[in-house]
């Protein structure tokens, strides 16, 4: 009689618990889109925009995004707006690490990488997130061009992304010269457009644990006050290196493709 009472006793509290612990942040959902835009501004840091569409399945209490960096760049200026697209309502998530429930977000540096922590409470369907900051130093400039080599999708998603297009903006249009490669490992088109001054990859598909990796070379002027200076030319070495690149996948038939 006495292990009977005891059973139920167990049966009760982890009923109890089960009721009264924190909802998971995961839950199942899908990438169903990706839009990036970094502006380049003129001390050769970007301007980041990030919309990521969650498709969720089930109920959760939220989303969490990485953004991994180089040694010695920031990101700051950061914010994060939230919009259930099935009613058009939109939120904007408070800076707070210490709430872990509402419409708070969390915002840590942890080594080379800084996490976003998203609260918010979703039931199904699909919801997208705005993350917008500001990452320093990713320009270099040589005495006869400025490269910027952004992996401006990482590869520490575990799950496919669809319809993924991620743009790199200057501030000016009309550009003397733009030169841009694309790294990734998926079918896609890339579009480079001095007139316009910008440089635009799509990927119908971006496959889990992949990257989509920017390559640009452009004027110094359009980055006239960027603290990060080189001697010596570069644009010649980055176009020999892209082809010897190039011709080395077309041989090996390698599933990283690079376009142009």
Do not use: C
Not at 196 to 216: D, I
């Amino acid at each position: 009689m006495k292990r009977k009472y005891l059973w139920v006793l167990a049966l009760f509290l982890a009923s109890f618990s089960a009721a009264f612990l924190p909802e998971k942040v995961f839950a199942d959902y899908d990438l169903t889109k990706m839009d990036v835009t970094a502006i380049v501004n003129s001390d050769g840091s970007l301007s980041m925009t990030r919309k990521i569409v969650y498709d969720f399945d089930d109920s959760a209490n939220g989303v969490y995004y990485t953004q991994n960096l180089a040694s010695g760049q920031k990101v700051s200026g950061q914010s994060v707006e939230v919009k259930d697209l099935a009613s058009g309502k939109t939120v904007k998530p408070a800076l707070n690490n210490q709430a872990d429930s509402g419409n708070v977000y969390h915002f840590n540096k942890d080594g080379n990488s800084y996490k976003f922590k998203v609260y918010h409470h979703v039931d199904d369907g699909k919801v997208q997130v705005v993350y917008r900051y500001k990452i320093s130093g990713a320009v270099d400039s040589y005495e006869d061009a400025s490269e910027l080599n952004f992996k401006i999708v990482g590869d520490g998603w575990d799950k496919e992304i669809s319809n993924v297009t991620a743009t790199v903006r200057f501030q000016d249009k009309k550009l003397s010269f733009l030169k841009g490669w694309a790294h990734v490992n998926a079918n896609g088109h890339l579009t480079v457009d001095k007139e316009k001054g910008l440089v635009k990859a799509e990927v119908a598909t971006l496959p889990e644990a992949t990257f989509l990796e920017l390559h640009l070379l452009f004027p110094n002027s359009l980055v006239s006050q960027n603290k990060k200076q080189h001697s010596g030319e570069i644009a010649a070495k980055v176009v020999d290196q892209e082809k010897a690149l190039a011709k080395e996948t077309a041989a090996k038939k390698a599933r990283h493709n690079v376009y142009v």
